[in-house]
């Protein structure tokens, strides 16, 4: 059975700093490319990074870039995004995605004053 189970959200002040990680379960994880999406209220999912499995390819959505850091340990099957200088636009879900096909059942990001 294929798990996902993301932690590490909550609630940081603007220019912030929060670590997500995503336990991966059920599948090959050192051969999956893994991401992470994000979906803000009344707004569609996005990609916010992408990492590959061998030599890892790294994508990031534009307005993250230069302050998400998407990372992976295969022996411990985690895939992590570290996220500094947050801003309240990053207030969203986050989710983790495995291989393109499986997901998480989301994390609350809130960055408030």
């Known amino acids: 059975q294929v798990q996902l189970v993301e932690s590490g959200g909550g609630l940081v002040q603007p220019g912030g700093s929060l670590r997500l990680s995503c336990a991966a379960s059920?599948?090959?994880?050192?051969?999956?490319?893994m991401s992470w999406y994000r979906q803000a209220p009344g707004k569609e999912r996005e990609m916010v990074a992408t990492?590959?499995?061998?030599?890892?390819?790294?994508n990031y959505a534009d307005s993250v870039k230069g302050r998400f850091t998407i990372s992976r340990d295969n022996a411990k099957n985690t895939v992590y995004l570290q996220m500094n200088s947050l801003k309240p636009e990053d207030t969203a879900v986050y989710y983790c995605?495995?291989?393109?096909?499986?997901w998480g059942q989301g994390i609350q990001v809130t960055v408030s004053s």
């Open positions: 059920g599948f090959t994880f050192s051969a999956s490319p």
């Open positions: 995605n495995g291989l393109g096909l499986y």
């Open positions: 990492i590959g499995s061998i030599n890892p390819f790294i």
